[in-house]
């Protein structure tokens, strides 16, 4: 069993940065796809980004195209995104999840083991 907890979230100005990773521990993530959801209060789970096992081959919401980056190093068990340009509109808790199988997908129900998310909230 994998246990994700992400960190690195807080407040920033719009127009800021920031950096967030997913630990993992129980077991290795290297043979997983990987993926970063976020929910803003009162909306529903969507997808933000994805990456294959070995990092080679990663997938973005039309959204966060170009401003955001995913990334992991498999050694550390660690999956991060990269958050820059930050908006508004980009509020919300950020979860790291584990995919069921070896596709890039942007369905919530294609992942499972997701962390306790953390709060991402950028100022205007």
């Known amino acids: 069993q994998v246990q994700l907890v992400e960190s690195g979230g807080g407040l920033v100005q719009a127009g800021g940065s920031l950096r967030l990773s997913c630990a993992a521990s129980?077991?290795?993530?290297?043979?997983?796809?990987m993926g970063w959801f976020r929910q803003a209060p009162g909306k529903e789970r969507e997808y933000v980004a994805a990456?294959?096992?070995?990092?080679?081959?990663?997938a973005y919401a039309d959204s966060v195209k170009g401003r955001f980056t995913i990334s992991r190093d498999n050694a550390k068990n660690t999956v991060y995104l990269q958050m820059n340009s930050l908006k508004p509109e980009d509020t919300a808790v950020y979860y790291c999840t584990k995919s069921r199988s070896l596709v890039l997908s942007r369905l919530a129900v294609s992942y499972d083991g997701w962390g306790q998310g953390t709060q991402v909230t950028v100022s205007s």
């Open positions: 129980g077991r290795t993530i290297a043979n997983y796809y």
């Open positions: 990456i294959s096992w070995s990092g080679a081959t990663t």
